[in-house]
């Protein structure tokens, strides 16, 4: 195909769909409407909504350790967009390759010289804090430069240790016609490298994985929860079972996953599995179960992305491990759940957790969005923290 006159956006996305990415995880917003219109234009690249920057970068990433292809995060730029940093130096931290799209809008117009105090909002340069926790942060300062800007940010993310990488794409220049040649040669994306995540699937150069299950912190008080967990989700299970949770929860099973972190935010695990299951949602995967083991303490700071889950048919089991003095009195996450269209069941009886598990299990299925089971218990010590520093090895 010869040269051709095209919106620099549909060039981006063109990119990105020659990269496999079938999802975009992100926060609309004017600054990005050139994108979205060029996804809907282009075809072959669903849309996923995030409550917040936060959330659509860990579901970026749990997308990428799934699949093994860099994991996309939109972003406009505004307040809020600061917190995808939080997303980013998880994925720096654990080597998951992840590429970022940061849309900012046009500058105002000139306005006549203000007081600081009277300035209006400026937004937040995520270019120059994104420096420290990707491996590289671009800002487009010329619409021919998209092409290659996209190409180049999927080989960085890939290439040596994988990581995230940052581009800032103004809206008024995403939206302008350039002329765009055939990709280069050399250029064809590689095909998807293995699942960043524990089982029968090697880890790839440079993933971050726990080598063993470390030790029970808290001896068998929670251990009792963890086993039994695993043991639903274990050998008699047919299908492959995806753990999200950074508690210990033992992975024996050869269709046994577990998707850990070496340093998340409090509350990954929810949009993370978001990520895993969208991941899975194809013919050959959609048996898969996907679980996320959660402290009760972590849970209420990202509970809001399960209203993305319901509302895009996002199923995956939600189990919340706490003592009943670690309660909120104010907060009741089986009501939480419900407020955002999801089922939930409590357990106060340690001999109801199985059938309650079954329950979630299959109520997840048939309802097509997350479920909740809470389980708070005299017998649950801590068990927060995820694997400890030195369980946790680079590869090579």
Do not use: N
């Amino acid at each position: 195909m010869g040269a051709r006159r095209i919106p620099a956006a549909q060039a981006a996305v063109e990119i990105l769909r020659d990269e496999g990415v079938d999802t975009v995880f992100g926060c609309p917003g004017a600054a990005l409407l050139p994108l979205y219109a060029a996804m809907e234009r282009t075809g072959g690249i669903a849309h996923l909504s995030a409550g917040h920057a936060e959330g659509a970068a860990h579901m970026a990433d749990g997308w990428a350790r799934t699949t093994g292809r860099p994991g996309v995060a939109a972003v406009a730029a505004g307040p809020g967009a600061v917190r995808v940093l939080s997303g980013l130096y998880a994925a720096q931290q654990d080597a998951v390759p992840l590429v970022c799209v940061t849309g900012r809008a046009a500058p105002p117009a000139t306005a006549p010289a203000l007081p600081l105090r009277h300035a209006g909002y400026r937004p937040t340069d995520l270019v120059r804090l994104a420096g420290a926790v990707t491996k590289r942060a671009e800002r487009i300062e010329d619409p021919a430069r998209i092409p290659g800007a996209f190409r180049e940010a999927f080989r960085i993310a890939r290439e040596g240790r994988p990581g995230p990488v940052l581009v800032d794409v103004p809206a008024e220049l995403a939206a302008e016609e350039i002329v765009c040649g055939p990709a280069p040669a050399d250029s064809s994306a590689p095909g998807a490298g293995p699942a960043l995540v524990d089982g029968d699937r090697s880890p790839a150069p440079g993933a971050v994985l726990p080598l063993t299950v470390p030790p029970d912190p808290a001896g068998a008080a929670a251990h009792w929860a963890l086993t039994e967990l695993a043991e639903v989700y274990g050998a008699r299970s047919p299908v492959d079972a995806y753990v999200v949770s950074g508690l210990p929860v033992p992975c024996t099973a050869p269709r046994h996953h577990r998707v850990a972190r070496r340093s998340g935010p409090p509350g990954w695990e929810v949009p993370t599995a978001i990520g895993v299951r969208t991941a899975l949602d194809s013919p050959s995967e959609r048996a898969a179960e996907v679980v996320v083991v959660v402290d009760g303490r972590d849970f209420p700071l990202t509970a809001g992305e399960l209203a993305t889950a319901a509302q895009y048919d996002v199923p995956f089991v939600v189990v919340l491990l706490g003592e009943p003095e670690d309660a909120d009195p104010l907060t009741d996450p089986v009501k939480l759940a419900g407020a955002h269209g999801c089922a939930g069941r409590d357990v106060r009886d340690p001999a109801q957790l199985r059938s309650a598990m079954e329950w979630a299990r299959k109520e997840a299925v048939s309802t097509r969005r997350p479920v909740l089971v809470e389980v708070r218990s005299a017998r649950l010590a801590k068990a927060r923290g995820g694997p400890p520093v030195d369980a946790v090895a680079y590869g090579t």
